[in-house]
């Protein structure tokens, strides 16, 4: 599966922006997808999962109640509505896809995903 992420920019602390992520290839709702963020210095960072369906989410600690992470699985896409933006959000956002087991746990794990996007910058001014 080819994935292209697209909606970063520069926006100002407070503000809101919205991540998506187009699939090709395969058939999106075979995979799992994820979102990983990487700042400048720093290693990359799980953000947020979402099952196959969308039924099920997860989200790391400090992104949880600013972040939604969602997808369309009839436009084959995912999404991440970041809201209350800070400047520590600044970062190259991935998306990432990999195979699930309909009974399977959501990965936190970089390693695991299998298909990855080119990223796209998110800057927050302070």
């Known amino acids: 599966v080819q994935l292209q992420a697209s909606g970063g920019g520069l926006v100002q602390a407070g503000d809101s922006l919205r991540l998506s992520c187009a699939a090709s290839?395969?058939?999106?709702?075979?995979?799992?997808m994820g979102w990983f963020r990487q700042a400048p210095g720093k290693e990359r960072e799980f953000v947020a999962a979402?099952?196959?369906?969308?039924?099920?989410?997860e989200y790391a600690d400090s992104m949880k109640g600013r972040f939604t992470i969602s997808r369309d699985n009839y436009r084959n896409t995912a999404y991440l509505q970041m809201t209350a933006l800070k400047p520590e959000d600044t970062a190259v956002y991935y998306c990432a896809a990999r195979s699930q087991i309909m009974t399977a746990p959501l990965e936190r794990n970089d390693e695991t995903y299998s298909y990855w996007g080119q990223g796209t910058l998110v800057t927050v001014s302070s």
């Open positions: 979402i099952s196959r369906g969308g039924g099920t989410t």
């Open positions: 290839g395969r058939t999106f709702s075979m995979y799992a």
